[in-house]
């Protein structure tokens, strides 16, 4: 059967869309981001400069854009649990398993693409910048999946705020040139005291219960 056009025009968007960032990405890494215009990422991928600012309104979004997968993850996680799970039980198993599979997110992988573009985000300064707007984002919508409120709001600035810390922890280490496997059972350790505290601090809290 035939596509629909507008499945069609989706999926070319969304090529378009892939392409603009992997290009870009791949010309930051092998001369800095700074040393790129926008200009040569768009001749490079085939499209013209207006039409690449439809698409990433600023230069730092092609960077990331790798980073907006993950930005409602907690909040799919909170919303994807059984039933007698409790919010903190998922988020813990999630990243414990993040952890064991060195999910990039965890901050626990080796892979050398991985720590390239990492090299390549959290050294560029403007990038960085903007990431305060990708855990503000998270945050709100941990928190409406936590049931809203201010107390949701709470809780949830201190879950990402645990995740992160956790994440730098492990990207910090890895940089500094130990290995995953290496590194992993520490990592379990400080992400089940991490969650420890958090189910401590946030027993009160009527969403902590399955």
């Not at 870009?24 to 013209?48: K, N, T, W």
């Not at 930005?71 to 799919?76: I, S």
């Amino acid at each position: 059967m035939p596509q629909h056009p507008a499945g069609l025009r989706a999926r070319k968007k969304q090529q378009t869309f892939d392409t603009l960032s992997e290009t870009a990405i791949a010309l930051f890494l092998e001369r800095g981001f700074d040393q790129v215009p926008v200009a040569e990422v768009a001749a490079a991928a085939g499209v013209s400069k207006p039409t690449l600012f439809r698409y990433f309104p600023t230069k730092e979004d092609l960077v990331l854009h790798r980073f907006a997968d993950h930005e409602d993850e907690a909040a799919r996680v909170v919303a994807g649990r059984a039933p007698d799970e409790s919010p903190l039980d998922a988020l813990r198993r999630d990243f414990l398993a993040g952890l064991d599979r060195q999910d990039p997110a965890t901050g626990l992988c080796d892979h050398p693409a991985v720590l390239a573009f990492q090299r390549l985000a959290y050294g560029t300064p403007s990038v960085v910048a903007r990431m305060l707007g990708f855990l503000t984002r998270s945050e709100e919508a941990l928190a409406d999946a936590l049931g809203g409120g201010i107390g949701a709001r709470l809780a949830a600035g201190q879950i990402i705020a645990v995740r992160r810390i956790l994440a730098e922890e492990n990207r910090r280490r890895i940089t500094a040139g130990e290995r995953a496997a290496d590194v992993l059972p520490d990592a379990r350790g400080a992400a089940e005291t991490a969650f420890a505290q958090l189910a401590s601090g946030l027993a009160q809290l009527p969403f902590t219960k399955g």
